[in-house]
């Protein structure tokens, strides 16, 4: 999210900043939910509510491996749905 340069160069300072950062993740909120909150922990106030390199490189590569909303996850090989007998 390249969201600090617009409200710092405008001169809106750290609340400029914060609504933009929010508006941003409410966006990818609507789209991916699981990803807002991922993000959302990195910014988190409290260093200590922050993950490690580590674990937000683990959060994100589960991330990857989930299905995007709406998207139809492939089925493995010799799957047969109920529906289809």
């Given at each position: 999210?390249?969201?600090?340069?617009?409200?710092?160069?405008?001169?809106?300072?750290?609340?400029?900043?914060?609504?933009?950062?929010?508006?941003?993740?409410?966006?990818?909120?609507?789209?991916?939910p699981h990803a807002a909150?991922?993000?959302?922990?990195?910014?988190?106030?409290?260093?200590?509510?922050?993950?490690?390199?580590?674990?937000?490189?683990?959060?994100?590569?589960?991330?990857?491996?989930?299905?995007?909303?709406?998207?139809?996850?492939?089925?493995?090989?010799?799957?047969h749905s109920l529906s289809?007998?």
């Amino acid at each position: 999210m390249q969201v600090w340069f617009g409200a710092e160069t405008r001169g809106e300072g750290v609340e400029g900043t914060d609504l933009e950062i929010e508006t941003a993740l409410q966006q990818i909120a609507k789209a991916e939910p699981h990803a807002a909150s991922i993000l959302r922990r990195t910014i988190a106030p409290d260093p200590a509510k922050r993950p490690s390199a580590r674990k937000l490189l683990h959060q994100l590569r589960t991330l990857r491996a989930r299905p995007m909303r709406g998207e139809v996850k492939p089925r493995p090989a010799g799957f047969h749905s109920l529906s289809a007998i």
